[in-house]
C-alpha cells in the first residue's frame, strides 16, 4: 500500500526574509559550507537519467554611443571641441537597452583627455599606430580647425612633464572596432596639408584611467538623462533609447518536469522525479565601480526581480526495506550562462544559473511513493551586494507566498522524506582588469515531512479514530552570499554572509485513514 504526502516546496534565488517576518541577521561567517542535514551529492548515473540541461550564450557587447554635443565637460580653458578635459562621460549601449556609463577624471596639472568623438565631423581623416609607439595623424578639413587644435594641444610641449590621452572612436583609424587611447607626449603640424602629428603611445584602459566611476544598467541613466536626449546624446544609438529598460536582465524562465533522479542503494530502489517543476521571472543587475587613483572607493551589485514564480511537485518512490539507513541524493538538472554584457577592454559580466533537485529517504518499509510540491511566488524585491563593505549588504522583500496542497496519506507507512529545490546564482564582474565575484546560494525551502501510521482498537489514534497517520512538516530555509575579489586570475576572498538559516514548523497533524468504525463516531 502507498500513502501521498503533499505539502509545499520552492525555488527562490537570493537573500530574503522567512514566513513570520523574522529580520535578516548580517552576521559574518567565514565560509558558507554544508550545514547539519544537508543533503549529499550523488554523481549522475550514465544510464537513466535524464540529459544535463546546459545553456551557453554569447555575451552581448554594448557598442559606442558617440555625443553630438558637449553636455556637462569641464574643460580647462577654451570653449572648443579640441578642448583638454578634466573630466568626460562615455556611454555604451546594447539593443536591448542596456547602458554602461562610465565616467574619467584626469584633474592633475601635468594630465588632460581628449575626445576625438567630439569633433570627428571636423576630420578627413586619421591614420594611428595599432601597437606600440607611432605617430597619429590627423588630417582637418579645414585649416581653422588645424589652428584652433594645434593651440589648445601645444601645452603638451610646455612642460616636459605634461601629457594627455586622445581617445579615438570606433571605426575611425580604420582597423579598430572599439574606443582606442593614447597617450601624447608632443606634437607637429602642417599648415599647407592641415595635418597634426602626434607623438603617442597605444596604451590600455587600465593603465590611462586612474580615476573613474563605472555604472551598468538604471545607475548608467542617471536623472540628467532626460537632458542628454535632448541635446542628443543618443540620436545615433536607436529610436526610443530612452524608454527601454536599460537594466542587464538574466532570465529565470525553467522548465525541469520530467527529470528523473534513480540510484540503488543497499538493494533498495529508489527514484525521484519532478512531475512538474518550473520557474519563471528574471533578475536584473545593477551595478557600479568607484575607483580614484587607482584605488577602488565603491564596488557594488544590485540584484533585483520584478517578481519569480515557482512549481515543484516531486515524486519519490523507494522500493525495498531498509530501516535506518538513510538515502540522500541530489542532481544537477539545470546549468546555463544567460548572456551578459561586455565592453572589450573594459567590462564584462558574465551571470550563471543553476538548479539541482535534492531528496531523502529514512526508515522506509515496503514499496512506498512519496510526493512533496507546491507552489510559491517572491514578489518584487531587491538585495544590494557591497564588495567592499559587507555592513552595506541590504534587501527588500524576499518573502515567498507560499500556497500547499492538501495533505493525503495511507495508513500502513512509517517514513519521513525531504526533498528541495537548490537554486545558486553566479555573478561575475570585471572593470578595467579588475574583476569581482559574486555566488549566492539558496535551498529555500528544504522540506521535511515526518510521517507514522497509527493503529488503535480502542479509537485513540488521533484520540478518536481506529486508523490514522500523524506528522509533522517542517520548512527550512537557508540563503548565503559570498564574495570575492579576481586580480590577475586569482581569486581572494572577501567576505561571506549567512543571510538566513532557520528551520520554521509548518504544521503538525493526525489524520483518520479509511473508513472507521461506527463505535469511533459514537
Known amino acids: 500500500m502507498t500513502y501521498a504526502a503533499t505539502t509545499l516546496i520552492s525555488l527562490l534565488a537570493l537573500s530574503g526574509q522567512a514566513v513570520g517576518g523574522r529580520p535578516r541577521q548580517y552576521s559574518s561567517h567565514p565560509k558558507i559550507g554544508k550545514r547539519d542535514g544537508d543533503l549529499i551529492s550523488f554523481a549522475q548515473r550514465s544510464t ?21 554635443s558637449k553636455a556637462g565637460k569641464k574643460k580647462r580653458d577654451s570653449q572648443s571641441p579640441f578642448d583638454l578635459l578634466e573630466e568626460d562621460t562615455l556611454y555604451w549601449a546594447g539593443e536591448d537597452g542596456t547602458i554602461a556609463e562610465l565616467w574619467l577624471e584626469m584633474a592633475g596639472k601635468s594630465e588632460a583627455f581628449v575626445d576625438i568623438e567630439y569633433f570627428d565631423d571636423r576630420i578627413e581623416s586619421i591614420s594611428c599606430p595599432q601597437d606600440g609607439a607611432g605617430k597619429i595623424t590627423i588630417d582637418f578639413v579645414d585649416e581653422n580647425d588645424l589652428g584652433a587644435a594645434s593651440q589648445i594641444w601645444n601645452w603638451v610641449s610646455e612642460d616636459p612633464s605634461n601629457s594627455f590621452v ?7 583609424c580604420g582597423w ?8 601624447v607626449q ?24 586612474h580615476s573613474y566611476d563605472l555604472n551598468i544598467g538604471k545607475a548608467a541613466l542617471h536623472e ?46 529508489i527514484s525521484g522525479s519532478c512531475s512538474n517543476c518550473s520557474t519563471s521571472g528574471s533578475f536584473d543587475v545593477e551595478a557600479q565601480f568607484r575607483v580614484r587613483l587607482f584605488e577602488i572607493e565603491e564596488a557594488w551589485v544590485e540584484l533585483s526581480t520584478p517578481g519569480i514564480n515557482s512549481v515543484a511537485i516531486i515524486d519519490i518512490n523507494v522500493q525495498g526495506d531498509f530501516t535506518d539507513t538513510l538515502f540522500e541524493g541530489s542532481l544537477t538538472l539545470f546549468k546555463a550562462s544567460p548572456a551578459g554584457i561586455s565592453i572589450p577592454n573594459i567590462l564584462t559580466i558574465g551571470p550563471t544559473v543553476g538548479v539541482s533537485l535534492s531528496a531523502g529517504v529514512s526508515a522506509i518499509k515496503g514499496n512506498v511513493t512519496i510526493t512533496v510540491g507546491g507552489t510559491s511566488t517572491v514578489p518584487p524585491s531587491t538585495a544590494r551586494l557591497d564588495f567592499l563593505n559587507e555592513q552595506n549588504t541590504k534587501s527588500e ?13 495511507d495508513a500502513s507507512v512509517q517514513v519521513t522524506a525531504t526533498a528541495a529545490l537548490n537554486a545558486a546564482v553566479g555573478l561575475e564582474i570585471s572593470a578595467l582588469e579588475t574583476g569581482f565575484v559574486a555566488d549566492l546560494e539558496a535551498k529555500l ?36 552570499v559570498a564574495l570575492k575579489q579576481k586580480i590577475a586570475g586569482s581569486l581572494t576572498n572577501l567576505w561571506s554572509l549567512q543571510l538566513y538559516d532557520a528551520k520554521i514548523p509548518v504544521v503538525d497533524f493526525c489524520e483518520a485513514v ?3 468504525p461506527e463505535t469511533c463516531s459514537a
Open 48 to 68: 537513466g537519467d535524464s540529459p544535463l540541461t546546459q545553456s551557453v550564450e554569447s555575451p552581448v557587447v554594448l557598442q559606442p554611443v558617440r555625443p553630438s
Open 166 to 172: 586622445i581617445m579615438i572612436g570606433a571605426g575611425d
Open 176 to 183: 579598430n572596432t572599439e574606443r582606442v587611447l593614447y597617450s
Open 186 to 209: 608632443g606634437l607637429d603640424f602642417n599648415s599647407d596639408t592641415k595635418t597634426v602629428l602626434l607623438q603617442a603611445d597605444h596604451i590600455s584602459w587600465k593603465q590611462a584611467i
Open 224 to 269: 540628467n538623462q532626460t537632458a542628454l536626449a535632448r541635446r542628443g546624446w543618443f540620436e545615433d544609438l536607436f529610436n526610443g533609447v530612452i524608454n527601454v529598460n536599460p537594466d542587464l536582465s538574466v532570465p529565470f524562465n525553467i522548465d525541469l518536469s520530467g527529470t528523473k533522479l534513480p540510484f540503488d542503494i543497499n538493494g533498495v530502489s
Open 397 to 409: 522583500g524576499w518573502t515567498p507566498i507560499f500556497e500547499p496542497t492538501p495533505f493525503k496519506a
Open 445 to 480: 525551502p528544504y522540506v521535511t515531512a515526518a510521517l507514522k501510521a497509527l493503529l488503535s482498537t480502542t479509537c485513540t489514534a488521533c484520540e478518536k479514530f481506529q486508523t490514522a497517520v500523524e506528522g509533522s512538516i517542517n520548512i527550512g530555509i537557508s540563503v548565503g
Open 514 to 516: 479509511g473508513p472507521q
